[in-house]
Every structure is written in C-alpha cells, then in structure tokens.
C-alpha cells in the first residue's frame, strides 16, 4: 500500500487530454515538491516532470503538472500511443520514516 | 553521454549477501546526490537508500534499514548497494538515479535484478 494514490489505471483516444492525480499528506506532497516519471514497458523510469510543474529539456509541453494543497496532477495533452506506459509521482516523505515515496503507479492505455 | 550503468544483480539464497555496483560517466559524479529505487516484478517503484555527494549524509527505507549499506567512490565515479540478510521480498530490478533538484532523479541506469531464492 503506497504512501501516495494514484488510480491504478487510465485510458484515452489519441489525440485526448487526461489527467492523473496523487494524493498524499501534509508529510508529503503538503510541504514537498513532487515529480512525475514515465515507465514506458521493459524500460527504466523517465523524468517527466520535477519541482511540481517544471519539465526537463526535451519534455514536450504537452506534459503539464500541477499541485494543490496535498495532490498532484499530472496532464497529458494530445495524446499518443507511444504515451501508454506507468507513471508515477513520487516526492519527499518528512514523517518518522522520512525518505522519498512513490504514487503506485497508473497504467495508461491509448486506446 | 551522461549514463548509469549498474552491475552485480543475481541469484541468491534467502540469508545470502549481494553488493551492487553503479558506475557513472558523463557528468561531475561527485556533484551530484544518488539513490538506489528497487520495482519487485509486476510491481511499482520502491525508493530503497539515498546518499549525499559526499556520502556524509545517508538514508534508508525502513524495509531495508539494518541490512543494506550504501556507499560511493567518487574518485571512481561508482555508486554501492551493499545487501546482507537478503529475503524473498527483496526480489526485484535495483535502479540507481542521480538526483537533480529536491527528490527528482533525472537520469536512471538500466537496473540490475536481484532474485532471492533458494
């Protein structure tokens, strides 16, 4: 069971827009940055965005995230097949067992 | 090209020890905070150790505190997962991530699995 939830899975038509959520506590995403990664199948994770909302050069901007009180969203715009992957969101945990935490992942199918 | 290459996964007995290496090229290593994250097969992303660019701060997954030490050369540009006591949960590919800006890792290796069974 993760410190973070994210609904397990997703999907969308090409072309659509969806949007994946977190939801976590003041321990977490209330008082910490969070990022998103993308877990394409048989590959590692990829940074998709970081510091809630800020996208590593060669993100398009078709990837947006945002962040309100204790969630997180992450929005895919346009969407393609080559998106269908895991994504997770992950931040800093600051409770006794401090460290950093993931969302369980959401599996998005492009259908 | 910036790349994490990590090494040292296999087969294992429950009790048995591992020690995991992650070598790094393309950047200033030294600069730079890294982790150990860990996917059990079918599952989502597990944050195992952290360590600071000079290794004088460190932290643990409660999962595997007590029995997992990590470490780094910065003048060999590598990054450790030492893993004793070794259990079946433990199963799983081992990623190392270099962490740039707070508790984003932009660059990961390719993982490395660690089965443990007997």
């Known amino acids: 069971q993760s410190v973070l939830t994210q609904p397990p899975s997703m999907s969308a038509a090409p072309g659509q827009k969806v949007t994946i959520s977190c939801s976590g506590s003041?321990?977490?995403?209330?008082?910490?940055?969070v990022s998103w990664y993308q877990q394409l199948p048989g590959t590692a994770p990829k940074l998709l965005i970081y510091?809630?909302?800020k996208r590593p050069s060669g993100i398009p901007d078709r990837f947006s995230g945002s962040k309100s009180d204790t969630s997180a969203t992450l929005g895919i715009t346009g969407l393609q097949t080559g998106d269908e992957a895991d994504y997770y969101c992950?931040?800093?945990?600051?409770?006794?067992?401090?460290?950093?935490?993931f969302g369980g992942g959401t599996r998005l199918t492009v259908l | 090209e910036v790349q994490l290459v990590e090494s040292g996964g296999g087969l294992v007995q429950p009790g048995g020890s591992l020690r995991l290496s992650c070598a790094a090229s393309?950047?200033?290593?030294?600069?730079?905070?890294m982790n150990w994250v860990r996917q059990a097969p079918g599952k989502g992303l597990e944050w195992v150790s952290y360590?600071?660019?000079?290794?004088?701060?460190?932290y643990y997954a409660d999962s595997v505190k007590g029995r997992f030490t990590i470490s780094r050369d910065n003048a060999k540009n590598s990054l450790y997962l030492q893993m004793n006591s070794l259990r079946a949960d433990d199963t799983a590919v081992y990623y190392c991530?270099?962490?740039?800006?707070?508790?984003?890792?932009?660059?990961w290796g390719q993982g490395t699995m660690v089965t443990v069974s007997s």
């Open positions: 991530a270099r962490e740039n800006g707070p508790h984003a890792f932009d660059i």
């Open positions: 393309g950047f200033t290593f030294s600069s730079y905070q």
């Open positions: 360590i600071s660019s000079g290794g004088s701060t460190i």
């Open positions: 003041t321990s977490n995403i209330g008082n910490n940055y």
């Open positions: 510091e809630n909302n």
């Open positions: 992950g931040t800093w945990d600051s409770s006794l067992s401090a460290g950093v935490v």
